[in-house]
């Protein structure tokens, strides 16, 4: 057990979710990563302790842990109020120990409350998933189609929010993909196809999830004139050369990155409003490898969740 800061709270951690953002972790794939590391930036648990009287949460009080966990305060983009592209910004399970574990450390200037309605293991994917999902919703404008490119954690939580609000889903996933492409219909999307087919109307907007670069081409081309195409994951492998066509039209394309603590007071007033059902598939957390291998073959239907109290599969 590290010592607290007067700014930090000890939490028993009741449920962590498992990121794509892990798996990025895992391989190599972030420059910034400091390794040994505890991934996991999806955190819910109950406070033990705090390290100062400053803290605004009780002993035994529920929080959410994000990816965000650290900001300077100082750099310009803090002083812009983008403190998610903060320089010396610190990452819950990358640069600072996250959640694969039964007990962590946060900064509790950086934590949630999390709305009643949901029980730990259904509020672990509003943490990432569903918090940076809405900023890259958001990013899309507000255009009726709407296309979703991947369709796991973030984007089933996404077509819930999109349809409550009254807007088209297109759900595009891997070639094939029928389990997804009928989970997407499922939630209310009004297409789901392979990502490479164009979709029956042009998009108003597209956010990728998925990490494939030729998707960006893809998503530009089913996209009208004025659309925006985001880029909501952290890594994508490279963008090929496409023709100018593609973009000409006042078309954009842009990334999300991080989340403002801003965005996610936002979305958890959202979340208390507008009832989302996160699937999610329980992991003990001596089974989080499992979760991993699972999110990582794209056989998962929502989110993969590791929970503490959760008996392992494979422990002897
Ligand atoms: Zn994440
Ligand atoms: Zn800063």
Redesign the pocket.
């Known amino acids: 057990m590290p010592p607290l800061s007067p700014q930090q709270v000890l939490l028993e951690v009741s449920a962590c979710?498992v990121?794509?953002?892990?798996l990025h972790v895992l391989d190599g794939e972030l420059a910034n990563a400091r390794y040994p590391v505890t991934p996991g930036?999806?955190i819910v648990g109950r406070v033990l302790a705090v390290g100062g009287p400053g803290v605004p949460f009780k002993l035994g009080e529920r929080v959410g842990v994000p990816?965000l966990g650290f900001t300077c305060g100082e750099c310009r983009y803090c002083k812009l109020k983008l403190e998610n592209l903060c320089e010396r910004a610190g990452f819950t399970g990358c640069t600072l120990d996250g959640g694969y574990a039964e007990h962590a450390v946060a900064d509790a200037r950086y934590c949630f409350a999390i709305p009643k309605r949901y029980d730990d293991e259904h509020a672990a994917p509003l943490l990432?998933?569903g918090l940076?999902g809405y900023r890259a919703y958001r990013a899309a404008g507000d255009g009726e189609n709407l296309g979703l490119y991947g369709f796991g954690a973030a984007a089933h939580l996404l077509a819930q929010l999109a349809r409550a609000q009254g807007r088209r889903v297109f759900a595009f996933t891997r070639r094939g993909d029928d389990a997804a492409q009928r989970f997407a219909r499922e939630l209310g999307a009004v297409w789901a196809g392979d990502s490479e087919s164009a979709p029956p109307e042009e998009l108003d907007a597209a956010i990728l999830f998925a990490p494939i670069g030729a998707l960006v081409p893809a998503a530009l081309a089913a996209t009208r004139k004025g659309g925006r195409v985001v880029c909501a994951g952290i890594h994508m492998s490279d963008i090929p050369s496409f023709p100018y066509r593609l973009l000409w039209g006042e078309r954009t394309v842009t990334s999300v990155a991080n989340l403002t603590r801003a965005d996610g007071l936002e979305f958890m007033r959202v979340a208390a409003d507008v009832d989302l059902a996160p699937a999610i598939e329980c992991f003990a957390l001596a089974d989080a490898n499992d979760a991993l291998a699972r999110l990582r073959g794209g056989e998962l239907r929502g989110a993969a969740v590791l929970t503490m109290r959760g008996r392992a599969k494979t422990a002897a």
Not at 19 to 22: A, L
């Open positions: 979710g990121c794509r953002t892990d930036h999806e990816w990432c998933a940076i």
